[in-house]
């Protein structure tokens, strides 16, 4: 019995070590395959479908550079794709436009570095990807009205979609670097798999209907009642502020699915069951229903009481 035993053990122990030596070679096989510099970014990712150059479709302009990619769910554009201007002529407009509204925080370079030399006052956008840039100005982030404040709230832009876009042109000439700007098709999407996913990565910091909650330190998970399709597929591509960045874990299809469900569902809630009450969620809703039911039950009461 105990000879068997230990050749039990000692072909158990073979397997493991087998099955080890596979999975080094598979990394270091990986590590050696040739990829797009870009894919190395921060916001990289070399997983198929996940907001990087890697899909069914990448269209390049005549100098070589990357101009659209990705697939039938979402195509990712550069800001030239998106307005009809040459790169040149976004990239002149768009470093004026940097100068007049944000250069007074990032730096004349877009490094963070004031003239001054400070440092680390206020983030570098240097390698972020258009998409990153376009989130924070269509969605009136930026420029700051208050720079004091824990978490830069959304409000009405203070600059065109073209003059958004034509930054995002001439910061990412700085250091390109992706994800472009996205355009998804949510016609195709799937709202019963998008609530899925919604339940699952979306619901604990936004709600389960979308608006939104108090995180920690004075930040909080905005309301997604008002994002557009493109600012729901930039911010989990791109990961604003406290929120994760989802390039590795979801696929453009999935992001797709979630965007039709926060556009469709969320936004355009059906209320089969009559008065939505602004979509508090169910346990507001319940503390209301539970009132009033109380409070005309107590008035039908009393009513009844006087009359005898």
Wanted: aromatic share 6%; proline share 6%; with cysteine.
């Amino acid at each position: 019995m105990s000879l068997r035993f230990s050749l039990r053990r000692i072909a158990a122990l073979a397997v493991i070590g087998l099955l080890a030596l596979l999975s080094v070679l598979s990394t270091v096989a990986s590590a050696d395959s040739d990829t797009d510099p870009m894919l190395t970014s921060s916001m990289g990712s070399g997983q198929p479908n996940s907001g990087q150059p890697n899909s069914s479709i990448v269209t390049r302009d005549k100098n070589g550079n990357i101009v659209q990619y990705g697939n039938d769910a979402i195509l990712y554009k550069s800001p030239s794709q998106l307005t009809g201007k040459s790169a040149e002529q976004l990239r002149l407009l768009g470093e004026a436009l940097y100068m007049q509204n944000c250069a007074s925080c990032h730096g004349t370079k877009a490094d963070g570095v004031l003239d001054s030399g400070t440092t680390g006052s206020f983030p570098s956008l240097i390698g972020l990807g258009p998409a990153t840039i376009d989130f924070w100005i269509s969605t009136g982030r930026m420029p700051a009205a208050d720079t004091t404040l824990v978490q830069a709230n959304r409000k009405t832009p203070r600059l065109t979609r073209e003059q958004g876009l034509a930054i995002a042109e001439w910061v990412n000439s700085l250091s390109p670097a992706y994800p472009l700007v996205p355009e998804v098709n949510t016609t195709d999407g799937n709202s019963a798999e998008g609530f899925s996913l919604y339940a699952l990565n979306c619901a604990a910091c936004h709600t389960i209907t979308g608006g939104g909650n108090a995180l920690a330190y004075g930040t909080y998970a905005p309301s997604l009642h008002s994002a557009s399709a493109t600012e729901v597929v930039e911010a989990i591509r791109t990961g604003p502020g406290n929120m994760p960045n989802f390039s590795g874990s979801l696929s453009d299809e999935q992001v797709r699915d979630i965007t039709r469900y926060v556009t469709a569902n969320i936004q355009n809630p059906a209320n089969p069951g009559g008065l939505g009450l602004g979509g508090l969620g169910p346990v507001a809703e319940g503390f209301i229903g539970l009132a009033l039911g109380v409070g005309l039950l107590m008035l039908a009461a009393f009513w009844v009481g006087d009359r005898q």
